[in-house]
């Protein structure tokens, strides 16, 4: 990966556990952000969190970001069937036109 | 909402042939980015351009190239393809200036090289 590392590459959960995905980034970023992706399909914006901010909410997401430790990590609370896919952290830089660097995914099973 | 537009969405081509992909922006947006997954690979970054003029430039093949047009929209050129070069290529888009940095991604281009 050209940034670091999910944890874990894969997790199957039951339908209504939560789950805990986390992300290792490597340089300095501005902000990170959440995709989720279906198989084989296009890259869906969950949440994105800056620099400054430790945590942050949206509906059954979570997400926290420690730039100390260069990590990150998205909850999903109460999951549901549908929450099956593959999800990928991705950092952006300080510049204007900053590309997204992606890290390597987890892919989501939801068992009913 | 308008979102970012990919043609095609579909595309075959045989080993050594060329292919061209576009990538229509969200309006008023004026940088585009573009991305290459693999099979069960992460995205890659492959290039980016603002203003019409490439920013930035990431791990894109010497046989590829990519332009921005006044338009904004902006295509990317692929010759002499390779097995390899199977995946889904996704362009991605943000309006510069705002406080916002999400970049918006189109649904993607699967090309399959056979």
């Known amino acids: 990966s050209q940034q670091g590392e999910e944890d874990p590459q894969a997790l199957s959960i039951q339908e209504g556990e939560n789950a805990t995905m986390n992300c290792s980034y490597k340089?300095?970023?501005?902000?990170l952000q959440w995709y989720r992706q279906n198989s084989g399909r296009g890259l869906v914006h969950l949440i994105l969190?800056?620099?400054?901010?430790r945590e942050k909410h949206s509906g059954r997401l979570r997400v926290t970001l420690d730039t100390s430790k260069k990590s990150s990590s998205l909850l999903i609370t109460a999951s549901r069937a549908a929450d099956t896919a593959s999800y990928f952290c991705a950092s952006s830089g300080y510049s204007s036109a900053s590309k997204i660097i992606f890290g390597s995914g987890t892919r989501l099973s939801i068992r009913p | 909402a308008a979102g970012v537009i990919q043609s095609p969405r579909h595309l075959i081509k045989e080993k050594r042939e060329t292919a061209t992909l576009k990538c229509y922006p969200i309006?008023?947006?004026?940088?585009v980015y573009w991305y290459q997954q693999g099979p069960g690979q992460d995205p890659q970054f492959l290039i980016s351009?603002?203003?019409?003029?490439?920013?930035d430039k990431g791990s894109i093949p010497d046989r590829f190239s990519a332009q921005q047009f006044s338009d904004y929209h902006s295509e990317l050129n692929m010759s002499s393809l390779e097995l390899g070069d199977s995946a889904l290529y996704f362009c991605a888009s943000r309006r510069s200036g705002l406080s916002s940095y999400e970049q918006y991604f189109g649904p993607g281009t699967r090309l399959t090289v056979t």
């Open positions: 351009f603002y203003e019409k003029m490439q920013s």
């Open positions: 340089t300095s970023i501005n902000n």
């Open positions: 309006p008023r947006h004026d940088t």
């Open positions: 969190i800056r620099s400054n901010e």
